[in-house]
């Protein structure tokens, strides 16, 4: 079992930069390939990026290659998301995700979730 908790998000304008934090429990957490998804008022979720176990592999998505980047601390039992240049109007919640097997891209390959967090930018 493994439990997330997001945190960070708030309300940026436009160009602007946050950073999100998942704190994970377990002792296993440097086991798990960990993502992270978005989903905006009335849209699906969508993913955005992960990261391997090691921190070694990640994967993004073209949406927001070059302006993201994830990276974790096993010591910490913490995955992060930098987020820059954050683009106006784009309101989400933002999800940190864990997988046991290899990262991918579907929500539905994740096996535990947090409760999310919103990023509000304004324009």
């Known amino acids: 079992q493994v439990q997330l908790v997001e945190s960070g998000g708030g309300l940026v304008q436009a160009g602007g930069s946050l950073r999100l934090s998942c704190a994970a429990s377990g002792r296993t957490f440097s086991s798990y390939c960990m993502g992270w998804f978005r989903q905006a008022p009335g849209k699906e979720r969508e993913f955005v990026v992960a990261v391997n176990w090691s921190g070694g592999s990640t994967f993004y998505a073209d949406s927001v290659k070059g302006r993201f980047t994830i990276s974790r601390d096993n010591a910490k039992n913490t995955v992060y998301l930098q987020m820059n240049s954050l683009k106006p109007r784009r309101t989400a919640v933002y999800y940190c995700?864990?997988?046991?097997?290899?990262?991918?891209?579907?929500?539905?390959?994740?096996?535990?979730w947090g409760r999310g967090t919103q990023v509000a930018v304004s324009s």
């Open positions: 995700a864990a997988d046991h097997g290899t990262y991918g891209t579907e929500a539905g390959m994740y096996d535990y």
